[in-house]
């Protein structure tokens, strides 16, 4: 479905990754960071062009395709909500921009699963930091994607409000089943959501597969400390 071989150079920094994704699965890039989470992200979205290599959605090259064209998705790492609209504003803009007729059923849902209707009137200044970010997934989903790509979309957030903002995620992934890309420094967050993981250090991906193989087998260097640490995790139960 999304086929991805390309290298990107912001000198000294190289990306030189190559991975396909053939179903509707949630996936994540685990890496630390300056690994070329972001990068990855923002060349799959379509807002900076690969030095060589190629994208293709569903067999078709949109390489050089601009961003609104590619039925895909990219919520960044500081949302990018529009401060002067409302929340509900916010959700419909996707309408809007393609002046198509507002789409209520489908956008009463999602409001609906994300716990939003008392914030619809609000500004996005005004929400906390786990409402903003159930918004902007809203307003994500409402585009309907083919793909949508989350830059760390739990970062910002306390360790309680992160495990509340997880069960909106794998509802999500349960209730709207889009291809995702979920790019993350936090191991937690990635064993957590994962269908499907990879690991990227230093521009290349140095691992992808099941999250279970990552744990009985990890690749030296950043895979091998986000296992250890998880398992002294573990150890903390007692
Ligand atoms: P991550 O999201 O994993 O923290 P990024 O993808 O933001 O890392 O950045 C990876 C590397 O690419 C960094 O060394 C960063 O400085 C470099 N980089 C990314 N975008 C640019 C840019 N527009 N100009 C210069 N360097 C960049
Ligand atoms: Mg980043």
């Not at 000294?12 to 990855?40: A, C, V, W």
């Not at 992808?208 to 950043?222: A, M, R, V």
């Amino acid at each position: 479905m999304l086929e991805v071989r390309l290298t990107k150079r912001y000198f000294p920094f190289k990306l030189d990754i190559s991975f396909s994704i053939n179903k509707e699965t949630y996936n994540l890039i685990l890496g630390p960071s300056g690994s070329g989470k972001s990068l990855t992200l923002r060349l799959i979205a379509g807002f900076e062009r690969p030095d060589n290599g190629y994208i293709k959605l569903n067999g078709r090259d949109i390489t050089g395709f601009p961003p609104e064209r590619r039925n895909i998705v990219y919520l960044p790492q500081d949302l990018g909500l529009f401060p002067h609209l409302s929340v509900y504003e916010n959700i419909i803009y996707t309408f809007k921009a393609k002046r198509e007729k507002v789409n209520k059923g489908y956008v009463n849902t999602i409001i609906e699963k994300f716990r939003i209707a008392d914030l619809l009137k609000r500004r996005p200044t005004s929400l906390s930091g786990g409402e903003a970010q159930r918004v902007a997934l809203a307003r994500a989903l409402v585009a309907k994607p083919k793909i949508l790509l989350l830059d760390e979309p739990l970062s910002y957030l306390d360790f309680h409000i992160k495990f509340q903002l997880m069960a909106f995620l794998q509802l999500l992934k349960n209730e709207f089943s889009p291809t995702v890309i979920h790019v993350t420094h936090d191991p937690i967050e990635a064993f957590k959501l994962a269908d499907y993981l990879f690991i990227l250090e230093d521009g290349r991906l140095c691992f992808e597969g099941d999250k279970y193989d990552l744990f009985n087998n990890p690749p030296l260097g950043f895979g091998e400390k986000i296992v250890k640490g998880l398992k002294i995790i573990e150890s903390l139960r007692g």
